[in-house]
């Protein structure tokens, strides 16, 4: 990457007046630009948010063995997600207790044990330090002082995705995840063994601009249209789907296409007609077969419908993928995806999804470098302080909540982001982010 | 026949002659002239771009176009508003160390190294425009010198394959 050409946008936010950079009246919902462009409000997102919930680190089957490791971040933090020669997953910060060095500079490996470059310190893949070197220049008691890897405090895992916390204490993940627990089973349940891995590659790419344009934008419903125009054509051209159709289902009111906005701030795109027109898996009867005799019919359906499931403040669940978003400064962001295979499906039906898959998504594929083409667009806008104020507010006046209480309406609708950004919100003003 | 039984006569003809449709290739493809690009390449030809040098089903690749989706590729570049190429790339392709392999079954193996000098035009105020950016890759290429020296493979390893990439809509 060349330099970013906007030196840091604005500076100074006072502290009482971060919960006014999101506003909430009578059917309008605003957030006010210096969110993507403040320098210190990416550092207090970045304490108070990234390192104060759970976040995702990484899949269990990115260390299926005792020795696995691999690397990931928490806020700006840097940690090793290891799994110790019991099978026991810890997540440690990558910092030698010594002198500050980080212990393992591979991003993916395999080790029992990490030597710190500088002096030499072996620690453990549990993290307890195995010694320094040319001990005799410590006392007696050296060993009491407590020094190690300095654990994550909470680790825990569903269905192979393991989050961690940086808090000592707070709502356990099972409490976390309840109100999107239902649709995690679902995305997992689309493997007729229950299990989804991932393989060793991933698709990573890195756009000049704020985390939260990612965040926003895989439960937009709103920009398919316009957006994903190219691919319209594209799908049009090779025969699949009529571009005229697809904008038509999109726009379509009454349809059970629905956009929701969970507790948490988590929230979901749902569509009955997977759209997009990549690989459609409802369509190929072995597999359907193999899930309705797997969960049953009525199941399957719940299954097979499409969704984008967003994780707050760093996950997205995807038909074909996970992916994570990292942020790295206010306006620079790194995003993985890791395509998913389905375990019991068959090694062509996921083949044939991995290759749709990458028609769609990756940094050289036909359409996710136009939602990150969009990022940037904004990341220059958000620039001009005439109007400083983003509009969240479409579908505040035909939106319901249901019985479960997640906020419900049109698929284009923005209730997803409403939720992200009340959550923001709180944890930035919250005493439990103030910590 | 292999290239340790060749003179070196014989070698260099094969290098000047896979030379050629390389420097040809990269024109093509800094002028635009995509269509023209497509007919270099052989009805089965594969285009690709791995990011993993495991030969695993599973894994993703940056690209891995049949000549089907090189063509989709093409139209998509030419025929669509691809936000990601609007406005578009401009490109330099620069080949060199260029290195004859071996010819088998009427298949010449050729090694190069390419580095792309990408940069999108458009405002240069604005984020992600008019910032020249390197990307380079060490190539491998199998010609088949009997059907007019058309590409049956072009295999691109980027250095950062694995790594955060910005925009690889352009054809590398």
């Known amino acids: 990457m060349t330099p970013q050409k906007f030196s840091p946008g604005r500076t100074g936010i006072l502290d009482d007046k971060v919960g006014d950079l999101v506003i909430e009246d009578s059917g309008r919902f605003r957030v006010h630009s210096d969110i993507y462009v403040n320098q210190e409000i990416f ?104 020094l190690r890897l300095a654990k994550v405090p909470r680790v825990q895992s569903y269905r192979g995705l393991v989050f961690a916390s940086v808090a000592d204490d707070g709502e356990s993940l099972m409490e976390r995840l309840a109100g999107v627990r239902w649709y995690i089973d679902a995305w997992c349940d689309r493997s007729p063994q229950g299990e989804v891995t991932v393989p060793a590659g991933a698709h990573r790419y890195e756009y000049p601009g704020n985390w939260k344009m990612q965040m926003e934008n895989g439960v937009d419903g709103y920009h398919g249209n316009y957006v994903h125009e190219s691919f319209a054509h594209i799908l049009e051209r090779s025969g699949e789907r009529n571009a005229t159709d697809i904008t038509r289902a999109r726009n379509r009111v009454g349809s059970r296409n629905f956009a929701k906005g969970l507790h948490h701030g988590d929230g979901l795109l749902e569509r009955e007609d997977g759209m997009l027109g990549t690989y459609d898996t409802r369509s190929v009867p072995e597999y359907r077969e193999q899930i309705a005799e797997a969960y049953g019919r009525e199941r ?23 992916r994570v978003i990292r942020p790295v400064a206010v306006d620079k962001t790194y995003v993985e995806v890791y395509p998913t295979t389905l375990v019991g499906a068959g090694a062509e039906f996921n083949k044939a999804r991995l290759r749709e898959h990458q028609r769609f998504f990756g940094p050289a594929s036909f359409g996710q470098p136009d939602d990150i083409e969009i990022f940037v667009c904004a990341q220059t806008g958000v620039n001009v302080d005439a109007m400083p104020w983003m509009e969240l507010s479409r579908g505040m006046a035909r939106e319901y909540v249901n019985e479960l209480g997640e906020t419900v309406s049109h698929s284009t609708d923005e209730n997803p982001q409403r939720a992200m950004y009340r959550e923001w919100r709180k944890w930035m003003t919250s005493e439990e982010g103030l910590r | 026949m292999t290239s340790t039984k060749q003179t070196w006569q014989e070698r260099a003809e094969l290098q000047l002659a896979a030379q050629e449709v390389l420097y040809r290739e990269a024109r093509l493809l800094d002028e635009r002239r995509f269509d023209e690009w497509l007919d270099l390449f052989t009805d089965d030809g594969v285009y690709s771009l791995p990011i993993t040098l495991s030969d695993d089903p599973r894994e993703p690749a940056l690209i891995r176009d049949s000549k089907a989706g090189m063509e989709e590729r093409v139209f998509r570049l030419t025929k669509t508003l691809a936000h990601a190429q609007n ?9 060199t160390n260029i290195e004859v392999g071996d010819l088998r079954d009427g298949q010449l193996e050729v090694f190069c190294n390419q580095t792309v000098h990408e940069m999108r035009t458009g405002d240069v105020f604005h ?16 010609f088949v010198p009997d059907s007019g020296w058309r590409i049956k493979e072009k295999t691109c390893l980027l250095i950062d394959r694995e790594y955060p990439i910005y925009n690889l809509t352009f054809i590398f």
């Open chain 2, 127 to 142: 984020v992600g425009l008019a910032e020249p950016r390197l990307l380079t890759a060490r190539c491998r290429y199998l």
């Open chain 1, 43 to 146: 550092g207090l997102e970045m304490t108070r948010i990234f390192e104060s919930t759970w976040v995702y680190v990484a899949h269990e089957s990115m260390i299926p063995n005792p020795g696995d490791y691999c690397t990931a971040t928490i806020g700006r933090q840097p940690v090793i997600v290891s799994r110790d020669d019991d099978g026991q997953i810890h997540v440690l910060f990558n910092r030698c207790a010594h002198r500050g060095s980080v212990v393992c500079r591979e991003e993916r490996g395999h080790a029992s044990t990490f030597r710190c470059p500088y002096h030499g310190w072996m620690y453990r893949n549990d993290g307890s330090l195995i010694g320094a070197a040319q001990r005799s220049g410590y006392p007696e008691d050296f060993g009491e002082w407590g």
């Open chain 2, 87 to 95: 406005p578009p790339s401009r490109t330099q392709h620069d080949v």
């Open chain 1, 300 to 322: 399957m359906e719940e299954i097979l419908t499409q969704r984008n499931i967003f994780i707050f403040p760093n996950l997205y669940l995807f038909e074909s993928h996970i």
